[in-house]
């Protein structure tokens, strides 16, 4: 089991900048592929980042490359995302989550654990 604790999120207009923070604890956080997952409201859950257990190859969702950066500190068991240049079409709940797949999931159906969420909200 891996229970995954995200925090960071909040109001900001748009243009600014939130770092989101997924906290993890139980199983050894380094065996597992993490990914950054949102859901606005009346929408399906999309795929945003993911990174693989070493944080080399991050792969982006083409809707936030070059403007969101994912990365994990494997000593603090703890995945980022940095968000910049928001857009009001960003606002979401926003969710970490952990896979045992090989690579870089990006499907949802490919990750076993998953956080709570924590809302981000851009304002125009």
Do not use: H
């Not at 592929?33 to 070493?54: D, I, L, T, Y």
């Not at 809707?63 to 500190?73: A, L, M, N, Q």
């Not at 979401?92 to 990750?111: D, E, F, K």
């Amino acid at each position: 089991q891996v229970q995954l604790v995200e925090s960071g999120g909040g109001l900001v207009q748009a243009g600014g900048s939130l770092r989101l923070s997924c906290a993890a604890s139980g199983r050894t956080f380094n065996n597992y592929a993490m990914g950054w997952f949102r859901q606005a409201p009346g929408k399906e859950r999309e795929f945003v980042a993911a990174v693989n257990w070493s944080g080399e190859s991050p792969y982006y969702a083409d809707s936030v490359k070059g403007r969101f950066t994912i990365s994990r500190d494997n000593a603090k068991n703890t995945v980022y995302l940095q968000m910049n240049s928001l857009k009001p079409e960003d606002t979401a709940v926003y969710s970490c989550a952990a896979s045992t797949r090989v690579g870089i999931p990006r499907i949802s159906l490919n990750y076993s654990y998953w956080g709570q969420g924590t809302q981000v909200t851009v304002s125009s």
